[in-house]
T-cell receptor
């Protein structure tokens, strides 16, 4: 059973608001990821981290930012939300991606609606 | 450019029959492939994986086949059960030759009809 938690599960906010989506894992995994997914579309990687103080942008351009101050915590922040940010945001972690593995453990997701 | 393609957005199968979900990839550097299952309002959960040194991996009712020359993999579920109804995502990475994040396809929605 994976122990990775996302809050809030659902959020409806107005344009221009600042929001932070929280993600925490209790498995001690070094690698953490944020994916964005719209219905019927693939999961797009927007940010990832391979350890504390390490963050990288993913394939999909995103106006969000992330931080990794602690191993277990990988929050995602939107400074000024817009309707185009409406989507489901999925946080994931993995122990490592080496031979014979690559499995990601996902949280339940945060569904964001920006009005 | 999509590197992992699932060309069937949906699939309907009778309970007890075989479900076959297909996935194609374009990047020949991919060497590790995974299938994830996703229910509505939940995050994806890992189902089964296969590395490029194998052509088949089996786990209970689930079998993944890899055809490297065709850059194609498929997930077989037999017998299919109503609880298998979900969206199935194919994913690939360069796990053996480099430490890269997973790349996902768009998913195939499987409906198993009782």
């Amino acid at each position: 059973e994976a122990d990775i938690y996302q809050t809030p599960r659902y959020l409806v906010i107005g344009t221009g608001k600042k929001i932070t989506l929280e993600c925490s894992q209790t498995m001690g995994h070094d690698k953490m990821y944020w994916y964005q997914q719209d219905p019927g579309m693939e999961l797009h990687l927007i940010h990832y981290s391979y350890g504390v103080n390490s963050t990288e942008k993913g394939d999909l351009s995103s106006e969000s930012t992330v931080s990794r101050i602690r191993t277990e915590h990988f929050p995602l922040t939107l400074e000024s939300a817009r309707p185009s940010h409406t989507s489901q945001y999925l946080c994931a972690s993995s122990e490592y991606q080496g031979a014979g593995t690559g499995e990601l453990f996902f949280g339940e997701g945060s569904r964001l609606t920006v009005l | 450019d999509q590197q992992v393609k699932q060309n069937s957005p949906s699939l309907s199968v009778q309970e007890g029959r075989i479900s076959i979900l297909n996935c194609d990839y374009t990047n020949s550097m991919f060497d590790y492939f995974l299938w994830y299952k996703k229910y509505p309002a939940e995050g994806p959960t890992f189902l089964i994986s296969i590395s490029s040194i194998k052509d088949k991996n089996e786990d209970g009712r689930f079998t993944v086949f890899l055809n490297k020359s065709a850059k194609h993999l498929s997930l077989h579920i037999v017998p299919s059960q109503p609880g298998d109804s979900a969206v199935y995502f194919c994913a690939a990475s360069r796990a053996l030759s480099g430490n890269t994040p997973l790349v996902f396809g768009k998913g195939t929605r499987l409906s198993v009809i009782a």
